[in-house]
């Protein structure tokens, strides 16, 4: 599988949504906090000097907007947010691939990040890769990191790396899914768009000329169709001087994406790229635009009766969970996670169709489309031999199925049931306070989506697990995948 759109930085959300609240009960992005609980204490060495946006003191939650309590990142040593030491992090990173190997994953494109600025923080996956020891095929793109100063660093990184530099393993794909900060539209529904500045046009249109005339793909973030109208006006002003065409370019979300706006993005030979962030998010996004606007959120209908290229992601840690399996059973149901069925039938797909977003559309994507995506004669022999027949097995049940063997680059990479004598040793866990250590039963393979996705069920399994957490709207509990922070 080729799980199109994955990232690691995590964001909690916004738990006065229930729905969002139970969700996060059995997602990887909620470890941290509870590992803020145990870990309180004079910040380290190593800590960083960038501020948290929620704090834990005495197992109470403390943010920075108590009306609506969310967090970018999670404070574990006083109001520091921590840097693993270097072997941490090569850990940490094996963690991850393991968990995505469990779910069948064997190969990932990663859009970026805030926070994950090329090269620094770039450095364990690029170890791993050099010493041999990816369980991944990992295609990335480079994110911008430091807002208004987006084209110095597009500048500085054209002279450093080329796309499709790397090897079958790790490779650089290209730009975004930020290219310049302020063109873009924030994640969370439920905030207002603020229109971006006329110099910040011209600053992304600077900085498309430069990518593009230099070989390179992009991919633009657009939940709402103003900004999308916003992106293409620069598109089409830079493709004035340098062909967009003539390399693979993405608008990713695009949620409200129109038809006009489709039409101008088929025009420049542009795709779609679409998460399930709806899955999430639904319910706070039909709060806020209307149910009406939620059907077509986003309208993947009308997208692949255009023939536009299409692919689906995660969008995980970050907004979503990382389980494509999550991803995939919103593709086909519509619902979201606390079992709203949101989207209209004419956006849903067939669980072939699912399949394929997930798998040969994202190989098209990172121009990979001989070599993977599909299992057939003179491509790689990645596969995963599933828990579940994906065809028959109930609806309500797919986000369930996980992977009893996986294997890339002909090397077993994960095994369990019948094929766990062939699984790979397990993985030490540092620092050694992480749950994942002290609550053993609880990875991997115990988050469950409960039957017909009861919220109220999977809140009271992860209760019996992990502590009560007070937060300004009461109080509530949460797991964890905490290795893979």
Not at 58 to 70: D, F, G, M, R, S
């Amino acid at each position: 599988m080729c799980d199109l759109c994955c990232r690691t930085a995590p964001q909690p959300g916004a738990v006065a949504n229930p729905s969002r609240r139970q969700f996060l009960a059995q997602s990887a992005a909620i470890g941290a906090i509870y590992a803020a609980a145990r870990a309180i204490a004079p910040a380290p060495a190593w800590a960083t000097d960038q501020m948290a946006d929620i704090l834990i003191e005495n197992a109470k939650v403390i943010t920075l907007e108590p009306k609506q309590p969310t967090a970018e990142a999670v404070a574990i040593a006083g109001d520091r947010i921590p840097k693993l030491p270097a072997e941490d992090q090569i850990i940490s990173t094996k963690h991850f691939m393991r968990e995505l190997n469990r779910l069948g994953v064997t190969s990932v494109i990663d859009a970026g990040g805030g926070g994950q600025n090329y090269p620094d923080n770039y450095r364990a996956i690029a170890k791993l890769a050099a010493d041999q020891q990816l369980n991944l095929r990992i295609g990335y793109s480079l994110f911008a990191q430091r807002p208004g100063k987006e084209l110095d660093d597009y500048r500085q990184w054209v002279t450093q790396v080329k796309p499709g530099q790397g090897d079958d393993w790790f490779r650089m794909m290209g730009a975004g899914e930020y290219m310049v900060w302020a063109t873009h539209d924030p994640a969370n529904f439920t905030k207002e768009v603020v229109p971006p500045t006329a110099f910040a046009e011209e600053q992304l249109v600077e900085a498309l000329k430069l990518v593009v005339s230099n070989g390179w793909p992009f991919r633009l973030h657009a939940n709402y169709d103003a900004t999308a109208q916003n992106l293409l006006r620069a598109i089409e002003l830079a493709h004035r001087e340098v062909p967009v065409d003539k390399v693979r370019w993405i608008i990713d979300h695009a949620e409200t994406i129109s038809p006009a706006s489709l039409e101008r993005v088929a025009k420049l030979g542009g795709s779609i790229a679409v998460q399930n962030r709806m899955t999430l998010d639904g319910d706070a996004f039909a709060g806020k635009w209307g149910k009406a606007a939620a059907a077509d959120a986003p309208p993947i209908g009308r997208i692949r009766a255009m023939g536009l290229h299409l692919a689906a992601g995660t969008d995980g840690n970050r907004a979503s969970s990382h389980n494509p399996w999550v991803g995939i059973h919103w593709l086909v149901s519509g619902r979201a996670i606390g079992g709203t069925k949101l989207n209209a039938d004419r956006n849903l797909v067939d669980r072939t169709e699912a399949l394929r977003l997930y798998s040969a559309a994202g190989a098209w994507f990172t121009q990979e489309e001989e070599r993977k995506g599909t299992l057939a004669p003179g491509k790689w022999a990645d596969l995963a031999i599933l828990s579940d027949d994906y065809l028959t097995v109930p609806e309500h049940r797919i986000p369930d199925i996980e992977a009893t063997l996986t294997m890339v680059g002909g090397r077993v990479v994960y095994g369990a049931k019948r094929y766990a004598e062939l699984a790979p040793p397990p993985l030490p866990v540092s620092p050694d306070w992480l749950p994942i250590g002290t609550h053993p039963s609880y990875y991997p393979g115990s988050h469950k989506v409960a039957d017909h996705l009861d919220g109220s069920a999977l809140l009271a399994t992860a209760s019996a697990e992990m502590p009560t957490i007070i937060g300004p709207d009461g109080p509530w509990s949460m797991g964890c995948l905490c290795g893979l922070l």
